[in-house]
């Protein structure tokens, strides 16, 4: 790495930093009803959104209601999407004259979109019309990410609140998000995106003829609003196939390092918000010390591994699958990021990456995407962790675990459990269905254990709610399609559903004052803790598949071997 490349990487973490407690604070005062200075502005259009939804914002919901609220508004989203799919032949705003999508595809896309997954087994450009990818998908990105934005609030209230059983309002919450953090920060970053060359339009595709006399297709439409949302709201997934390295989709050095920003800023924004919302900024902070450890080791490796010479091309980095002007440290970064943020897209392929660099990506994934995560999504996964690591420190103690004053009893380590294991689970069992059936294993692009590790990252993203992909495996397959859409409804609700019934039971617990027995969960000791029972339990349940794929892979390529 030359010294371009550290200051790069410094000016992007230190960004980042500086950012965090900035949106986080503001975050806050929005979630808790204070005044903030979008109000005054946007302040009409909240309370005319309430009046004729005949919703009354103050009025809040017991952790049940609010999640019936959330599953019916992510299921008329689902049925929408799925419907335009497979009308969009007959609709409007298709210049291309897209046909429409068969049902398995529009299947496994209408459940990728509503979990925030945005899986893509297609190319945007050459199978969804203008009107599907705005209204469709576009909009899916805004309403997905707000809803596990209330999640994660509606967590941090049951955690905090002294009495009750209310874990505040599905429906604010989601006007709140959209209207005042999403809508705000996706119009500023599509603008600047529009004025260095990324694309917004609705003309027809244009044609170049080539100098030969060959006449070539460029995709045009409007990419740059889709973008925004996708990065900001950690959805990911892309306006074109082959996302963020193409150069109508980042077409300068600022692009790529602002796309690159956004994909961690409202993750890494949002744990300070849950600290300020729980009464101590400490919790926040220590999280966000975790998820940091977590994240530089992984880049630090992958790092490693790519700048490491192939055996077999000695003296030569490993520059395969990524954009010259984008280069290995920035094409590395982004991969990090947007696996450790449950974002998606890419800037380069992962399928091209060393074994070592595509296993930290899948680590990534496979670690439950708590490492930032998705856009509310990631904190209250690792909140389920850090639920598991008090329960663990109070059993070496023999002192009855709390979290926040609050005891963590049997029910919340159950669902902590059921949260943190269903999508490996998922993980593991689908995979292993498809290494052991042809409708698996017709997919492939590669033999040995670079094979396996396609399909391991495959379901990795999928039911872990991520969205990239090695690029090396066609999923669009009815088995796939199916399968697929299963594991992202696994990865989504069934770590939702938990997620609020441990909020619901926290609510009316009282808070205990602290003594000298009470185990600190802001301090040096426990985010080392923490980070620990992250990769203790992960590594338990997915390290043998991961020998068997990338480390093995690993192995052979040092004897010169390559699949």
């Keep these: 790495m030359k010294s371009l490349d550290w200051i790069q990487l410094s000016f992007y973490f230190g960004a980042l930093l500086a950012f965090t407690p900035l949106l986080g604070g503001w975050m806050a005062r929005i979630y808790a009803g204070e005044k903030h200075f979008l109000q005054p502005p946007l302040g009409w259009l909240e309370n005319l959104l309430y009046r004729y939804a005949g919703c009354n914002p103050r009025q809040e919901m017991d952790w049940w209601h609010f999640c019936k609220a959330l599953l019916w508004f992510n299921g008329i989203g689902f049925a929408i999407v799925f419907v335009l799919q497979m009308l969009q032949s007959k609709l409007p705003f298709n210049p291309q ?12 896309t209408a459940v990728s979109f509503v979990t925030n997954t945005d899986w893509q087994n297609y190319s945007g450009e050459a199978t969804m019309s203008y009107l599907t990818q705005m209204l469709g998908l576009t909009v899916q990105n805004f309403l997905s990410a707000a809803t596990g934005m209330g999640v994660l609030v509606a967590m941090a209230r049951g955690l905090s609140r002294k009495s009750g059983h209310t874990v505040g309002n599905f429906w604010a919450d989601t006007v709140r998000s959209i209207l005042y953090i999403l809508l705000p920060l996706s119009l500023v970053l599509s603008v600047v995106l529009v004025a260095q060359g990324v694309v917004q339009t609705f003309t027809p595709y244009a044609v170049a003829i080539s100098p030969e006399g060959h006449a070539q297709q460029i995709p045009l439409g409007p990419a740059a609003s889709q973008i925004a949302i996708a990065q900001l709201g950690t959805n990911g997934g892309g306006f074109f196939g082959v996302n963020s390295a193409h150069p109508f989709a980042n077409p300068t050095p600022l692009t790529n390092f602002l796309e690159m920003l956004s994909i961690l800023l409202l993750p890494s924004a949002l744990v300070n918000t849950y600290g300020r919302l729980v009464g101590s900024t400490r919790q926040g902070w220590a999280i966000l010390a975790a998820m940091y450890l977590l994240f530089i080791a992984g880049l630090a490796l992958a790092l490693w591994a790519e700048y490491q010479p192939n055996p077999l091309m000695p003296g030569l980095a490993n520059m395969e699958g990524k954009e010259t002007r984008i280069g290995i440290t920035d094409s590395v970064l982004w991969a990090t990021a947007t696996t450790d943020a449950s974002n998606g897209s890419v800037n380069c392929m992962h399928d091209s990456l060393s ?12 670690l439950g995407e708590v490492v930032f995560g998705g856009v509310g999504s990631g904190l209250y996964g690792m909140l389920m962790y850090v639920l598991l690591a008090v329960f663990m420190a109070g059993l070496m103690v023999g002192r009855s675990p709390e979290y926040l004053g609050k005891r963590v009893e049997k029910a919340e380590v159950i669902c902590a459990m ?5 999508p490996f689970a998922v993980l593991l069992i689908l995979a292993a269905t498809a290494v052991t059936t ?7 692009n590669n033999a040995g254990p670079h094979g396996l590790s396609e399909i391991l990252y495959a379901y990795a993203s999928m039911s872990n709610n991520n969205g990239s992909a090695f690029a090396g495996l066609n999923g669009n397959t009815p088995f796939y399609n199916l399968t697929g859409a299963f594991a992202m409804m696994v990865g989504r609700f069934a770590v939702i559903i938990p997620a609020l019934a441990i909020a619901g039971s926290m609510a009316p617990k009282r808070i205990a004052p ?20 992250v990769i203790i339990i992960s590594g338990l349940t997915h390290f043998p598949a991961l020998t068997l794929g990338p480390i093995i892979e690993h192995l052979l390529m040092q004897q010169g071997r390559m699949f």
Excluded: I
Aim: cysteine-free; charged content about 0%.
């Design 418 to 422: 059921a949260a943190t294991l269903a």
């Design 97 to 108: 004259s897209m046909p429409n999508l068969s049902w398995t595809l529009a299947l496994n």
């Design 514 to 533: 602290s003594s000298s027995g009470t185990f600190p969960t802001d301090g040096l000791l426990f985010v080392l803790m923490l980070a620990g029972v």
């Design 438 to 444: 042809s409708a698996g294993l017709s997919g492939l």
């Design 355 to 366: 074994p070592l660099a595509g296993m930290v990506a899948m680590g990534n994934m496979m």
